[in-house]
């Protein structure tokens, strides 16, 4: 079987268009034309996008080095089905992209600039993990900076420096007057 090419549920290829391929959720309706959990929240859309378990794992692979199908499938262990939908997903939305090198059968993924920017929210994510996700003293990876030192841990800040909090900022919602 080629890589990266969508299964259906029996593991046979499918073709660009066959309506799985083409399915009209992932394929690029306009933004207005997406059923959101919440249109008008920044949070609610972005975990439309990339909130399930598979699809930030996904990522998360992507930016250490994962790029084919078979790559992803063999660090995951996320069943064809579910990895051949999550990776049209994040593709018809600009997380991924793909390209087939000449002369080879199988196309590979790439983050794109906006694949890139989860970095922090991966990062955030992980060091979260890392404080509530394990019991004291117990063994986990660490992410690191390029001169092998950990990460120093991610904190919001205003534009004073100054920390910010769920208790020290407010979302403005769609209509709302500025103070």
């Given at each position: 079987?080629?890589?990266?090419?969508?299964?259906?549920?029996?593991?046979?290829?499918?073709?660009?268009?066959?309506?799985?391929?083409?399915?009209?959720?992932?394929?690029?309706?306009?933004?207005?034309d997406q059923k959101w959990t919440d249109p008008a929240c920044p949070v609610a859309?972005?975990?439309?996008?990339?909130?399930?378990?598979?699809?930030?794992?996904?990522?998360?692979?992507?930016?250490?080095?994962?790029?084919?199908?078979?790559?992803?499938?063999?660090?995951?262990?996320?069943?064809?089905?579910?990895?051949?939908?999550?990776?049209?997903?994040?593709?018809?939305?600009?997380?991924?992209?793909?390209?087939?090198?000449?002369?080879?059968?199988?196309?590979?993924?790439?983050?794109?600039?906006?694949?890139?920017?989860?970095?922090?929210i991966i990062a955030a994510l992980r060091q979260w993990g890392e404080r509530h996700?394990?019991?004291?003293?117990?063994?986990?990876?660490?992410?690191?900076?390029?001169?092998?030192?950990?990460?120093?841990?991610?904190?919001?800040?205003?534009?004073?420096?100054?920390?910010?909090?769920?208790?020290?900022?407010?979302?403005?919602?769609?209509?709302?007057?500025?103070?």
């Open positions: 079987m080629m890589d990266a090419v969508p299964t259906d549920q029996k593991g046979t290829d499918l073709k660009r268009t066959d309506p799985k391929w083409t399915d009209p959720k992932w394929t690029d309706q306009k933004w207005t859309r972005a975990v439309d996008l990339v909130g399930d378990r598979w699809s930030l794992l996904i990522v998360r692979d992507a930016m250490d080095g994962a790029a084919s199908f078979t790559d992803f499938l063999g660090r995951l262990g996320v069943a064809r089905n579910i990895l051949s939908d999550r990776l049209r997903k994040l593709t018809a939305h600009g997380i991924l992209a793909t390209s087939t090198p000449p002369g080879a059968k199988r196309h590979t993924y790439q983050l794109t600039d906006a694949g890139r920017e989860l970095f922090t996700a394990f019991a004291p003293g117990e063994d986990h990876s660490v992410l690191t900076d390029r001169d092998g030192r950990e990460v120093p841990r991610f904190h919001v800040l205003d534009r004073s420096g100054r920390p910010v909090t769920a208790t020290t900022s407010h979302v403005r919602k769609v209509g709302e007057q500025r103070p």
